[in-house]
Each structure stands twice: as structure tokens, then as C-alpha cells.
């Protein structure tokens, strides 16, 4: 049981770059969240999922789109990197709603826009 | 504006004693609160949750109180150890657009226990 999973771990790009951030988990929840984490910002929810197939729209959400076709998986793009969008980003997921339910995090992805 | 706020400034302490850390919120009217540890590199492991008709929590060592008038939540961890060194955030449900509730995190306190 693995919990929450991130691919990859660390990743540098340059400006206008593209890359997608995997995150999987293996306890059948249904939510999934993505985050970023900066210094003196703390966590800031940029998507979320309520369910295969449904996205929406966090705090941050420019910049950044989110796809959910299986249960397990839910992927964070960046279409054209820009350097304010260097970064710490967490993944995570709840059985419910997250006002009753506990959300499980990833371990992060720490990326880096030059 | 909504805001949530915890101490910025790290918390230092001596092992044995008890650290308390404060969560204040404006504008919003959380059902539920929400504690989670956060280690350097890691992410954020959940601790405990209490619920706005709930004065007090516990678990082990550690202690919540929400009281929805003052709009604050206190943390608690007694007989403190230096392995409760990590950063602590609070967090409150919200509802969105959506009609889906999510959570907003304060900005955290570092907890520093020296042996």
C-alpha cells in the first residue's frame, strides 16, 4: 500500500517549457487535490477532483490544468513554464469531502523554472 | 478578506514542557478544523480534526480546542519531545462554487523542542 505517489521528484525547466506531474494513489478515494507550497505562502489548492472524469478550479488555478480519466491518477500540466511557477507540489487525496475526511499527501514534486 | 493565521515566528521550547499553537481565522464559519504535521522535504501528514460543535479533541499527547466565537483553535502537545520538531498547519473547510468543500491552510508554525 503505497499511499500517494509523485512523478517525478525534482524537475528543472526552462521558461515556455512543458512537463505534466503525475499523481496516483491506491486507496480508491475519491477527491484529489493538487497544491503548490512557497515560502510565506504556505499551501495553495490550484485544482481539484471530485470524481473520475470532473475537475475544478482551486485558489491559483492560471497556468496550470488538471486531468482526471482514471480513479487513481490525476495529472497536472503546464503548458508554457514561467519562472514564478518554481515551486513545491503536493498532491493529495481524501475519501470525501475534505471537511470530514483527512487528506493523505504525496511526498512532492520539487520544480524548478529557469 | 478571509484570512487565516498562525504564529510566523518559530516556536521554541524545552523538551518536557508543554507547546501550545494558535490558529485564528477571519470571515469564515469553518464546520471543521483541521491539524497536520508538515517534516522538512515531506508532505503533510494529518493529525487531528474537531468539529465546530466540539470544544476539545484529543489524541495521545496532544490536544485541540476550537472555540467558533473567538474564531480560534489551540494545539496542544504535552511532555513535548525534540522529535515533535516539524511545522504544524491548521486548516478550515470551505465551500466553493462548486458546492464541493475544500481546504484552506494557514501558513504554519515551526515548533523547535530542545533537549
Known amino acids: 500500500n503505497a499511499g500517494v505517489t509523485q512523478t517525478p521528484k525534482f524537475r528543472v525547466l526552462k521558461t515556455g517549457q512543458s512537463m505534466t506531474l503525475l499523481c496516483a494513489q491506491d486507496?480508491?478515494?475519491?477527491?484529489m487535490y493538487w497544491y503548490r507550497q512557497d515560502p510565506g505562502m504556505g499551501l495553495r489548492l490550484i485544482h481539484y477532483s471530485v470524481g473520475e472524469g470532473t475537475t475544478a478550479k482551486g485558489e491559483v488555478p492560471d497556468g496550470y490544468n488538471v486531468s482526471r480519466l482514471k480513479k487513481q491518477n490525476f495529472l497536472l500540466g503546464l503548458e508554457s513554464a514561467a519562472p514564478s511557477q518554481t515551486s513545491v507540489y503536493f498532491c493529495?487525496?481524501?475519501?470525501?469531502?475534505?471537511?470530514?475526511?483527512?487528506?493523505?499527501f504525496g511526498p512532492g514534486t520539487r520544480l524548478t523554472v529557469l | 478578506s478571509q484570512k487565516i493565521e498562525q504564529n510566523s515566528e518559530a516556536l521554541n521550547i524545552q523538551e518536557g514542557k508543554t507547546a501550545t499553537l494558535t490558529c485564528n481565522y477571519t470571515?469564515?464559519?469553518?464546520?471543521?478544523l483541521q491539524w497536520y504535521r508538515q517534516d522538512p522535504g515531506r508532505g503533510p501528514v494529518f493529525l487531528l480534526l474537531i468539529r465546530e460543535n466540539e470544544k476539545e479533541k484529543r489524541k495521545e499527547r496532544l490536544k485541540v480546542t476550537f472555540d467558533t466565537t473567538l474564531k480560534q483553535s489551540l494545539f496542544h502537545i504535552t511532555a513535548s519531545q525534540p522529535a515533535d520538531s516539524a511545522t504544524y498547519l491548521c486548516a478550515l473547510d470551505i465551500r466553493r462554487n462548486s458546492g464541493y468543500s475544500t481546504l484552506t491552510f494557514g501558513k504554519g508554525t515551526m515548533l523547535l523542542v530542545s533537549p
Open positions: 493529495a487525496s481524501s475519501r470525501g469531502t475534505s471537511a470530514v475526511r483527512e487528506q493523505f
Open positions: 486507496m480508491n478515494h475519491e477527491y
Open positions: 470571515n469564515y464559519s469553518p464546520a471543521y
